[in-house]
């Protein structure tokens, strides 16, 4: 979400890296204030989807996320998840090579 509002955090690294750890930072402070003062500005970024913006920040969601299971991981559900890696790697990996052929 922040790389989509503010495209500086899809440039290569321009400064000293002291100063670059300051950005995200100081960034998700003026994103935190400007949702305080216009919620719907955030709608310019989201390009239709909704599903990027968490609609209870900071609230507790009925949901099985981050609980344990009672049992043994299934070979399934571990085939789902390694193809999620791979594809969350590949992504990436074609956005370090869009970044760096800039």
Known sequence: L?????GTLTWPPQFDMTVQVQVPPGLAVIHNFTMDVDPRN??????????DLDPNPGQQQENDFGTLAGGAVSRAEKNRAMVNRDNIAQAMWEDYQWVRGE
């Open 2 to 6: 922040l790389k989509k509002h503010w």
């Open 42 to 51: 955030i709608d310019n970024y989201l390009g239709g989807n909704a599903d």
